[in-house]
Each structure stands twice: as structure tokens, then as C-alpha cells.
Nanobody, 124 residues
């Protein structure tokens, strides 16, 4: 069974940076893509970024392009999200997720495994 554990969340002021980590264990070697989603209070969960495990090409939501960087360390089975120039609108619980088979990696319903999330709070 795949398990995902996020860490690295916290409270920072606008303009600051954070790096989130997602440690994966279990049956992960066949994963098609690894993704980060976020959910702000009272809002739906939204896709932030993903990376395909084969080609390792990152794709970002427009709202974070140029500020966030997704990366993976295969040796450590860990996914990262480096976040810079943070804004209050980035406040949310951040989740990592895995999709096993070829397909869409930008929709909540399409992902197979989820972590429990880590809270990021950005103050103005």
C-alpha cells in the first residue's frame, strides 16, 4: 500500500519561502505522475503542479508559475515543492498525490493515492 507523508508546512510572511516534502513508501515505482494539490479554507482542492516520473517534465498551474518548483529525489522516494515569493492567497493545506496509470494528473478525481496534507499559512 502506498503511503504519502507531507512535511515542511508552516507560517511565513508574504514574500517568504517554504519547501514542502512528500515522503513516499510502498508500491511507487510504477507511478505515472506525482503531483501537489492545495485546498484553501472553504474552497475546492486545486492542482498546483505535477511531474511525470518517466520524462520528469514539470507542469505548473498559472497561479504558481515562476514562483514554485516541483522536483523529485528518486533515491529518497521524496517529492518536493519549493515555494518562493509567497502570497496570502497561497494559504492552504498542501497535499501530494500519485497517479499510477497514464492519464490526467491535474484533477483530484484522477489521483490514486493522497497524503494527509501540510498546512501553509502566509500572512500579509
Amino acid at each position: 500500500q502506498v503511503q504519502l507523508v507531507e512535511s515542511g508546512g508552516g507560517s511565513v510572511q508574504a514574500g517568504g519561502s517554504l519547501r514542502l516534502s512528500c515522503a513516499a513508501s510502498g508500491y511507487t515505482y510504477s507511478a505515472y505522475c506525482l503531483a501537489w494539490f492545495r485546498q484553501a479554507p472553504g474552497k475546492e482542492r486545486e492542482w498546483v503542479a505535477h511531474i511525470s516520473t518517466g520524462r520528469e517534465i514539470p507542469v505548473y498551474a498559472e497561479s504558481v508559475t515562476g514562483r514554485f518548483t516541483i522536483s523529485q529525489d528518486n533515491a529518497k522516494n521524496t517529492l518536493y515543492l519549493q515555494m518562493s515569493s509567497l502570497k496570502p492567497d497561497d494559504t492552504a493545506t498542501y497535499f501530494c498525490a500519485i497517479r499510477n496509470a497514464f492519464g490526467i494528473c491535474t484533477r483530484e478525481y484522477s489521483m490514486d493515492y493522497w497524503g494527509k496534507g501540510t498546512l501553509v499559512t502566509i500572512s500579509s
